[in-house]
């Protein structure tokens, strides 16, 4: 379903960046998650380009562990004067690696929902994933299960297609 929404977005919206990442199970954690956003957003934007540049020139520790600190760094700070439309989607939340950062995620989602962007996070429910999307202004939710064989999946959105 992800990859049909961001095949779309990127069709009907191309002008706007669309950045995605699909966590796998036992693969993925939440710094990665911000490090692959953040690199999604230099070949689309010069003032991102520019203001990772000037990161890497101070010799910024992109391995740091911390996932604020990273969103902080590579992410808001870098979109603080972006113009530019941009939609991000995040697939299998819940499958990423979160052992003992469960707040940071919590604060990760509160802090993207507060972005100029439109999110959506497919997920199965967590406590941590409905309050870090608690703050969304447009929120609808999806929860299906059915012939296809799936688990019921949560998508929370604030997102506008038309």
């Known amino acids: 379903m992800a990859a049909y929404i961001i095949q779309a977005l990127q069709s009907h919206h191309s002008q706007a960046s669309v950045l995605f990442y699909f966590c796998k199970s036992g ?41 604020m600190f990273l969103y902080q760094n590579l992410i808001r700070s870098s979109l603080k ?7 991000i989607i995040i697939d299998g939340l819940d499958e990423c690696n979160i052992d003992h950062q ?22 199965r429910i967590t406590a941590e994933i409905s309050k870090g999307l608690s703050g969304a202004r447009k929120r609808e939710s999806l929860l299906w ?18």
């Open 81 to 87: 004067d972006s113009k530019k439309e941009i939609f």
């Open 102 to 123: 469960q707040a940071d995620l919590e604060a990760f989602l509160t802090s993207l929902v507060s972005l100029d962007v439109k999110l959506l996070v497919c997920s």
């Open 27 to 67: 693969d993925s954690t939440l710094p990665q998650v911000v490090r692959t956003l953040a690199a999604q957003l230099v070949p689309e934007i010069p003032a991102v380009r520019s203001h990772l540049w000037t990161l890497k020139e101070s010799k910024f520790d992109t391995s740091n562990p911390d996932p």
């Open 145 to 162: 299960s059915s012939w296809v064989k799936l688990p019921f999946i949560y998508c929370l959105l604030k997102l506008t297609l038309a």
